[in-house]
């Protein structure tokens, strides 16, 4: 399982920043073919999907605080690349879902890829054995 993080700057972009209420955000690649998940910035379950969508895909609309500190807002997240290995890309927006199909919208959020969560069980099986 692959799993995303948004950073506070894009990875791609090292001088413009994140939306703020996205860092630390994470998309989790669920377990054959289930889906994905998005979780807010401490880990706690926001959306999933029902299977893996091909191409561009929207995580079903949620009601959260993020890191916006305020009241809670609906949260409408659009991802648009979301590739193994590679880095993630989409938008986000608190008042409906839209596609521009470039990643340079203020409204847009880049994600880097992170360790499987096989890879990160294997390190510590092999740091526990030595």
């Not at 690649?29 to 706690?44: A, I, T």
């Not at 809670?72 to 590739?83: K, R």
């Amino acid at each position: 399982m692959s799993e995303w993080t948004i950073p506070l700057m894009r990875p791609n972009q090292p001088n413009t920043p994140n939306p703020a209420a996205l860092v630390g955000c994470k998309i989790i690649e669920l377990p054959v073919n289930e889906g994905y998940m998005f979780l807010g910035p401490h880990g706690n379950f926001r959306s999933s999907t029902n299977g893996r969508p091909q191409g561009a895909f929207n995580f079903p609309q949620f009601r959260a605080r993020l890191n916006s500190g305020g009241p809670e807002q609906t949260w409408f997240i659009t991802v648009e690349s979301l590739h193994t290995g590679e880095l993630a890309w989409g938008y986000v927006s608190n008042e409906g879902f839209h596609h521009r199909k470039t990643q340079d919208d203020p409204d847009t959020w880049v994600a880097h890829a992170g360790a499987t969560v096989e890879e990160d069980e294997g390190k510590g099986a092999a740091a526990a054995s030595a």
